[in-house]
């Protein structure tokens, strides 16, 4: 598989495949854990998910950041997915760093140890509701969380299928290392909500337009810009995927 970023400087490679029981996915891209709700980032490094009896999965990764100012750091750690009943799942992810001091000189407060306790359900047919929070060792602002619900969803394949969204973000400085989705959408040190639609315009070809509305968490910055808390920041984003 490969894709790129949005102004096409940074490639992502890899490989999907299984070792017997065991998925592995090893490569650059663009990792979200499969459980966690709010952690993402750009990763080199391996990933793999066993399936043990019970209903539970159990992962397994070691990654490296593609962040220039992160590259001294490795990061690894397990998750585990626990299914009680069909839809509804029950998610923890345990991480750390080998680096602490490279994360403070990056993002101005040392962070070895971060986590996240997660729960996502099928309501009907149509919905599903999702919540997570996070925490780090992280001195200050160390507590992310999100709540979203969804309605149906896109079918790569089926053209005019759609889904439509909810959420509610907490993405504070130092809750996790990374947090985002991937085009700027949900960065560090915003709190708010959004709402959003998905439309398939044709086979493998979807249209994703949504609308941001946050405040600064903390004096800091967002996305490079000088914030102070509290000041607000909105953002209106439309795109389109093509699926290869």
């Known amino acids: 598989n490969g894709s790129s970023d949005g102004d096409w400087n940074n490639e ?44 539970t999965n159990i992962s397994l990764f070691l990654l490296k950041p593609t962040d220039n100012s992160l590259k001294t750091t490795t990061l690894y750690g397990m998750a585990l997915k626990y299914t009680p009943y069909a839809g509804t799942n029950i998610n923890l992810l345990l991480g750390a760093n080998t680096n602490a001091e490279a994360v403070q000189q990056s993002l101005g407060e040392k962070i070895s140890r971060w986590g996240e306790l997660g729960f ?14 996070d925490r780090s060792n992280a001195a200050k ?14 079918d790569l ?13 907490r993405i504070a400085p130092f809750g996790a ?8 959408s949900l960065p560090k ?22 609308y941001y509305w946050h405040n600064a968490v903390a004096d800091g910055t967002i996305n ?21």
């Open 177 to 184: 290392l990374s947090a985002d989705d991937e085009w700027g």
């Open 189 to 210: 040190n915003s709190q708010g909500y959004g709402i959003g639609v998905d439309y398939m315009l044709a086979k493998d070809i979807r249209w994703h337009t949504a």
């Open 12 to 55: 992502y490679v890899w490989l999907d495949g299984r070792l017997g029981n065991i998925a592995v996915n090893f490569g650059r891209k663009w990792i979200n854990s499969p459980y966690a709700k709010t952690i993402g980032a750009s990763e080199n490094g391996l990933w793999m998910d066993y399936a043990i009896p019970n209903k």
């Open 224 to 244: 490079g810009i000088t914030v102070k808390a509290g000041d607000s920041r909105r953002l209106f984003t439309s795109r389109v995927d093509f699926y290869f």
């Open 141 to 154: 602002d160390n507590v992310n969380a999100v709540v979203k619900l969804e309605y149906k969803g896109t």
């Open 120 to 133: 996502d359900t099928q309501l009907g047919s149509d919905w599903r509701f999702t919540a997570a929070y």
């Open 157 to 169: 394949k089926v053209k005019g299928s759609y889904g439509l969204f909810a959420r509610f973000d």
